[in-house]
């Protein structure tokens, strides 16, 4: 063009075009990792319009930087097709940016459209400038403006793609020299385009333009660099919490975990025995001097539970175990507690209960345990031995109270398990 650039002006359109590129580094890579789909998409949409922002604001700066004097401002029509293609621009970064793979037969339509509209990027802010006569181009450096701009598309794809698979350590470092070197290089297309325009001896601006000079040099470029650190900022803020609320659930469910683990049966679902004897344990302890109110324990065990396992199979009898313990709990009240106390055997928890109303509990689970299982279309016979114990007629202690409810057991231990397929041997105690 044969004009002598505005050094400072030049800086300011390096800046905020070193500054877009970051922003579509930093807010592509964090935004492509984010959950649910719509906060994703919140990201990509603001790193689109805010580096598309940057990057057209930069192209009329480099414009503004070579100081023509005829020229004074930009006009509409040139400036929205430059418009168009900065988002074109930002739009095929985030693509290679956010894609977990960028394979060969993405790569040709990602680089025709990064090139395309870097092209339009730039010509259409040279056709913003209304000049009479209007700017020419000479053929072989505008081709060699083309080529330059699908070699540093073809760059900047390459790099935006491999960052996020191969960066490692500090990646705000590498963002940051990615960035300043890809900056250059597209600024580089633009000095290229600049230099394969001609503008004819004489030419004068034709009309009052839409977007007057001044603005796109001292205000531009500074406010679109401001508003792209600020939206990366809100982005890292907002990062940083859903990290928090991540991690936050994550120790939840570990703790959760644990305490199933802890606290409930993995077969039947049910509480297990830790967690019955500290029920059973703080059921016992005094409230402010005074006895604990009388409350039941109810024990039952399989006891043909060797021989169902040697039939079955263990994965059969876990099956049959888990639809007891559904059946068991429709037993369970309000208040009380069901628990798998061991391989063979199950025990309950009955909070303020009298003597007649554990005995009427015993009948109840009795019943219940009559109702015949089938696994495989084939009825599982199930031989019980029931017992009960009560507070504090059955003692004061866990084990005095689950040894009283566990006596039946005891006394039916030398005796052979019943045998048979047609239904459930029931064999009971009375309350101590």
Same mark, same amino acid.
């Given at each position: 063009m +044969?004009?002598?650039?505005?050094?400072? =002006?030049?800086l300011v359109c390096y800046c905020t075009c070193a500054v877009a590129v970051f922003a579509l580094l930093d807010l592509g890579e964090r935004a492509a990792t984010l959950e649910p789909r719509w906060r994703r998409r919140k990201w990509l949409l603001a790193a689109?319009?805010?580096?598309? @922002?940057? %990057?057209? $604001?930069?192209? %009329?700066? +480099?414009i503004r930087a070579l100081a023509w004097p005829a020229v004074d401002g930009y006009g509409l029509g040139g400036a929205a097709w430059s418009?168009?293609?900065? =988002?074109g621009v930002a739009a095929a970064a985030l693509y290679s940016t956010s894609a977990r793979t960028l394979p060969q037969t993405r790569l040709a339509p990602a680089l025709a459209v990064m090139a395309g509209s870097m092209a339009a990027l730039y010509l259409g802010g040279?056709?913003?400038?209304?000049? *009479?006569?209007? /700017?020419?181009?000479?053929?072989?450096?505008?081709?060699?403006?083309m080529l330059t701009a699908a070699s540093v598309s073809l760059l900047a794809l390459a790099t935006f793609a491999s960052l996020r698979r191969y960066a490692r350590g500090n990646?705000?470092?590498?963002?940051?020299?990615?960035?300043?070197? %890809?900056?250059?290089? /597209?600024?580089?297309? *633009?000095? @290229?385009?600049?230099?394969?325009?001609?503008?004819?001896?004489?030419?004068?601006?034709?009309?009052?333009?839409?977007?007057?000079? #001044?603005?796109?040099? @001292? &205000?531009? +470029?500074? &406010?679109a660099a401001g508003l792209l650190i600020i939206l990366m900022l809100l982005s890292r803020m907002e990062a940083q919490v859903v990290a928090e609320r991540q991690a936050r659930e994550r120790q939840r469910l570990a703790a959760e975990s /644990?305490?199933?683990? $802890?606290?409930?049966?993995? &077969? $039947?679902?049910?509480?297990?025995?830790?967690?019955?004897?500290?029920?059973l344990i703080k059921q016992l302890i005094s409230v402010n001097g005074r006895m604990p109110p009388p409350f039941g324990v109810l024990h039952a065990e399989i006891r043909n539970y060797a021989q169902l396992l040697e039939r079955l199979g263990q994965e059969r009898l876990n099956r049959v175990l888990?639809?007891?313990?559904?059946?068991?709990?429709? $037993? &369970?009240?309000?208040?009380?507690? !069901?628990?798998? !106390?061991?391989?063979?055997?199950? #025990?309950? =928890? !009955?909070?303020?209960?009298?003597?007649?109303?554990? *005995?009427?509990? =015993?009948?109840?689970?009795?019943?219940? %345990? *009559? #109702?015949? !299982?089938?696994?495989?279309?084939e009825p599982i016979a199930l031989a019980w031995a029931l017992g009960s114990s009560h507070y504090p007629g059955g003692g004061n202690s866990t084990r005095m109270l689950l040894r009283a409810a566990m006596k039946p057991q005891r006394e039916f231990l030398n005796e052979a398990p019943p045998a048979g397929d047609s239904g459930a041997a029931l064999l009971t105690g009375l309350p101590c």
């Open positions: +044969g004009v002598t650039p505005d050094r400072a =002006l030049a689109l319009l805010g580096a598309a @922002a940057g %990057l057209w $604001t930069a192209g %009329l700066i +480099g418009a168009l293609g900065a =988002l040279l056709a913003s400038l209304r000049l *009479q006569p209007p /700017i020419r181009f000479s053929t072989l450096p505008l081709a060699a403006a990646r705000f470092a590498v963002h940051i020299a990615a960035a300043l070197v %890809l900056a250059a290089a /597209i600024c580089a297309v *633009q000095f @290229a385009f600049l230099h394969a325009a001609r503008a004819a001896p004489g030419a004068v601006e034709s009309g009052r333009p839409a977007i007057p000079g #001044v603005w796109a040099g @001292a &205000v531009l +470029g500074p &406010v /644990i305490r199933r683990v $802890t606290y409930f049966d993995g &077969v $039947t679902g049910l509480p297990n025995r830790s967690q019955f004897s500290e029920a888990a639809r007891l313990a559904q059946q068991l709990s429709a $037993t &369970v009240h309000p208040g009380d507690l !069901l628990a798998r !106390l061991s391989h063979d055997s199950f #025990v309950y =928890l !009955l909070r303020r209960r009298e003597p007649s109303e554990v *005995q009427a509990a =015993l009948d109840a689970v009795a019943a219940a %345990l *009559q #109702v015949p !299982l089938q696994d495989e279309g």
